[in-house]
């Protein structure tokens, strides 16, 4: 294949994969002339109402959370036609239009809004007959209900809307299930009393911290992205990593977290950085799929790293009660683990592969590109003094790091005015425009997650109606009192569940079924867990599922720009995670991992460097490769390494060597383990290459 076709062939999957990323967070609808300003205006309307609730407007939670749902469902059904797949008959091709917005767009959008909206409208009343609703309070409840339903199903595919009509139909019909899952049943009144004229509903906790949290932080990742920041972390970390062996994935590696610092949607990550590093996969010998996988493992990755965390680590902390600051501290070893691991992984299929670094005449100077980007860091450092030093909320800490932001991006356009001779005034007015794409692209960002909340939001108000107890005693059944059972059952769950669904919403669904339910049953088999380490086990599955085969979209973007085929890179891209699905069984055992008692900064890092080694020891195992082929007694030595290095306290409780220097001392004997098989494998590498 020519040079040129290589090329054509890498700009028709790139098309393919933005169209994914535009399928899956800005809509279907393609529209012109007037209306397609309608869109934009919203959605920009939407960023600017969200600025203004940390600084000028003082509004009431419930109005808050009411206005959100609004702006989400109604950019939903103008973005998104009923059906994706355009029909040929009259009546199909006009529900499928993408060119254009039908009456019944606009019917059904000013609908899902007034019965979105109608909780502020009459809240006095409404909270005055809370139990015994009116006739217009269930008319617009049944409304409510079916237009999120429709727009949780435009957005983001069938399985949230399918799994919220079944706890929907098992609250009415409960009492007909056999005696195990039996439920008591409830009222039409009752029911959506508290689904939607509450806060136990669609108007929970999930869509208050989507309201006043999550909002501001995407829109921060997306402002940052639209200035550039994307490709300037591609760039950087080029330049620190292409000269070594199997560089670019390396380079994948890092662009991808450091991008995952601000995005907390995968296919997005796949696209702003795999653009610029799947070519480069392949060209210095990578094959396709591996290319797109290696991609994809590290952008689905990126929903673990701090602060954003994929949205759900504010949620995290409302349900824990707890401070944001310890959910980020909680999740910040086990997040940098898997990003080690994972570029140690790229490290040994290159050297399995035989693969050199890049060319220097390739690589960007380190320096020049490290200070031609430098402000786009300053943001990121200010949010965190925000966070960290002056302890201000994080609603308050993003808003005002949005402005340093916006300042910033004046200031850099008049520079480069400047440099290039070109007018401030030409030069503020493309500032404006960056800022105006970042606030469109906030809102439409949004609409997806503002959606699955909501809807997970029917799901948990139909458990805290008395399923909470039930589910409890179902799973304690079917695990036959084995808490690994348990862990095992809830993280299929979550994998099965999220192959449809975005990790937001699969973390809250599994959330509100399994996650007090992994506490509850684990202090009755005599195992104490903290909360938010059974939060961060569902949480870490629901972001496996993003890969998971057959459907995972991360896989499909990665693909498309790779030419590779989707299951196959799918596979390959779950099998590197795999080293992410150890750990969450690991620190819910050894909760060191996740810093929960931990005061000392040397045994922080001893906890550190152990568990990476671990990870790089069990990355080993699972690629069956170190320096040379594993063979069968040192595959067998690498799972002891594994297992003792993140479980030191078992061990060391089992070998009766004490609480105090035990668990160091088997900590230090699994380092000498491995490093023994080091040794032996470099024997063997060294003859190999003699010969």
């Not at 899956?24 to 969200?50: H, R, Y």
């Not at 959910?327 to 086990?334: L, T, W």
Request: proline share 4%; charged share 10%.
């Amino acid at each position: 294949m020519s040079e040129q076709e290589t090329k054509l062939e890498a700009a028709e999957g790139l098309e393919q994969a933005q169209e994914l990323v535009k399928a899956s967070e800005e809509g279907l609808k393609s529209l012109s002339g007037p209306t397609k300003w309608l869109v934009p205006v919203i959605a920009a309307a939407w960023s600017l109402f969200q600025l203004a609730l940390p600084s000028v407007l003082i509004l009431n939670a419930i109005y808050i959370r009411a206005i959100h749902l609004a702006f989400a469902i109604v950019l939903v059904f103008l973005s998104y036609p009923m059906f994706k797949k355009i029909g040929k008959g009259k009546i199909s091709s006009y529900l499928s239009a993408r060119d254009r917005l039908t009456l019944l767009d606009y019917v059904v959008a000013i609908l899902a809004a007034a019965s979105a909206m109608y909780i502020a409208y009459d809240y006095t009343g409404i909270a005055g007959r809370m139990g015994s609703p009116n006739t217009l309070d269930i008319v617009m409840g049944v409304i409510l209900l079916i237009t999120l339903l429709e727009a949780a199903r435009r957005s983001l595919g069938i399985a949230l809307p399918i799994v919220a009509i079944v706890f929907i139909l098992y609250s009415f019909y409960g009492p007909y299930m056999p005696d195990l899952i039996a439920f008591k049943g409830v009222s039409v009144n009752r029911f959506i009393g508290q689904i939607t004229m509450s806060t136990e509903g669609i108007y929970g906790i999930p869509l208050d911290v989507s309201a006043t949290i999550v909002f501001l932080f995407v829109l921060f990742g997306a402002m940052l992205e639209k200035a550039g920041a994307g490709e300037y972390f591609v760039h950087l970390a080029f330049s620190l990593l292409g000269r070594f062996r199997g560089g670019p994935a390396k380079a994948a590696v890092l662009a991808s977290g450091l991008t995952g610092l601000v995005s907390g949607s995968s296919i997005a990550n796949v696209v702003t950085t795999g653009t610029f590093t799947i070519p480069l996969m392949k060209r210095s010998g990578y094959p396709d799929y591996m290319a797109g996988s290696v991609e994809v493992a590290c952008s689905t990755n990126g929903q673990l790293m701090p602060p954003i965390m994929g949205a759900a680590a504010f949620i995290i902390a409302e349900y824990c009660n707890m401070p944001y600051l310890a959910v980020v501290k909680a999740a910040f070893i086990p997040a940098i683990i898997s990003y080690i691991a994972l570029m140690y992984i790229t490290h040994v299929e290159a050297t399995k592969l035989g693969l050199k670094g890049m060319k220097k005449e390739d690589i960007p100077p380190f320096w020049s590109t490290f200070f031609k980007g430098l402000h786009y860091i300053i943001p990121l450092f200010f949010l965190i003094y925000e966070l960290v030093v002056l302890r201000h909320s994080p609603q308050l800490a993003a808003f005002y790091a949005i402005l340093v932001l916006v300042g910033l991006i004046v200031i850099q356009n008049l520079i480069q005015a400047k440099k290039n001779n070109i007018s401030f005034g030409l030069a503020f007015k493309d500032a404006l425009e960056i800022i105006w794409n970042a606030l469109v692209a906030g809102g439409k960002s949004m609409m997806g997650i503002g959606v699955a909340v909501a809807a997970a939001g029917i799901i948990v108000g139909v458990v805290t109606m008395g399923l909470g107890g039930i589910i409890t005693e179902v799973i304690d059944v079917i695990a036959q009192g084995n808490f690994v059972a348990i862990l095992v059952l809830t993280a299929i769950a979550s994998l099965i569940l999220g192959m449809g669904l975005p990790t937001t919403a699969t973390y809250i669904v599994l959330a509100s079924l399994t996650a007090s339910v992994i506490v509850t049953l684990g202090a009755k088999t005599g195992v104490v867990f903290p909360l938010v380490a059974a939060h961060l086990f569902v949480f870490f599955f629901g972001i496996i599922a993003d890969d998971t085969p057959p459907v995972g979209l991360a896989a499909y973007a990665a693909a498309a720009i790779a030419g590779a085929d989707p299951i196959k890179t799918g596979v390959k891209g779950f099998s590197y995670d795999i080293r992410t699905a150890i750990l969450p069984f690991m620190f819910m055992y050894n909760t060191d991992l996740l810093l929960i008692n931990v005061h000392s900064y040397w045994h922080a890092a001893w906890i550190f460097i152990t568990s990476t080694l671990a990870m790089f020891a069990f990355s080993n195992l699972t690629l069956n490769f170190f320096l040379v082929r594993n063979r069968i007694y040192e595959i067998l030595a690498l799972l002891v390494v594994t297992f003792v290095l993140l479980r030191p306290k078992y061990v060391a409780n089992f070998l009766d060597l004490g609480k105090g220097w035990g668990p160091f001392l088997v900590g230090v004997a699994g380092l000498a383990l491995y490093g023994f098989i080091y040794l032996g494998q470099r024997t063997r590498a060294r003859a190999v290459q003699a010969t």
